[in-house]
């Protein structure tokens, strides 16, 4: 397998029209896949799977840096914080006061997205406006000094109808837009990111287009 040069081109090329971020999604993909978007001169990485995280960086340059995407089970915080450069997907006030233990025992400050859920479908993660409310209140009262939350990540439906998606990332825009304190809205994939880039992301989230598709 080899990665689309031309694609990855074309969506850097529009990420930076907006100032967006380009996180390559590079999930079940090769370490000579990551290598050769590296050797382009790309950094910014996306990882679902922790021990799969684990491996490949050990195997990759430090600079590198590193996105956890994934749903994030508490147990698995240390294996990565001791590199990580940004998680996108807290989902609870126990994950991140996780989140701010463990950086601390290492000496750290990671920053953190809480993830927002805008899709249709059960089966995907994330906090409501209220829930996002409670942990927004929780973390200004309480002293979490080593766990910064910076911005917002959502996935909208997985669906071709078009007003759907753009409307749900219009929601996640105007929730991002409530705290002036939020710098980041990760928002955009392979199928959506263009509707993601109109619609005010600051950081899409694309692997098949450039990695191809996976198994
Ligand atoms: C897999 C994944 C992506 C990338 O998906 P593609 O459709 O391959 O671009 C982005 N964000 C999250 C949270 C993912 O799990």
Do not use: C
Request: charge should be neutral; hydrophobic fraction near 40%.
């Amino acid at each position: 397998m080899s990665i689309n040069k031309i694609a990855y081109f074309n969506i850097l090329h529009k990420a930076e029209q907006k100032n967006a971020l380009l996180v390559a999604v590079s999930k079940t993909k090769t370490i000579s896949d990551i290598k050769e978007l590296y050797d382009l001169g790309h950094r910014d990485f996306g990882e679902n799977y922790v021990q799969e995280l684990v491996e490949k960086q050990r195997q990759l340059p430090e600079d590198i840096r590193w996105h956890f995407i994934g749903h994030l089970q508490t147990n698995k915080v240390k294996l990565i914080v001791p590199f990580i450069h940004l998680i996108h997907s807290v989902d609870s006030l126990k994950l991140l006061l996780e989140i701010n233990r463990q950086a601390k025992n290492s000496n750290k400050e990671i920053n953190v997205l809480l993830q927002i859920f805008i899709a249709k479908e059960e089966t995907k993660f994330g906090l409501d406006e209220r829930e996002l409310k409670e942990i927004m209140e929780q973390y200004s009262k309480n002293s979490i000094e080593h766990a910064h939350i910076t911005g917002l990540m959502g996935m909208s439906s997985f669906t071709d109808n078009l007003q759907v998606v753009q409307k749900e990332f219009d929601l996640l825009k105007s929730i991002y837009d409530k705290y002036a304190q939020f710098r980041i809205l990760s928002m955009g994939m392979s199928n959506d990111y263009e509707i993601a880039l109109e619609r005010g992301s600051s950081m899409i989230r694309v692997g098949s287009l450039i990695f191809g598709g996976r198994a």
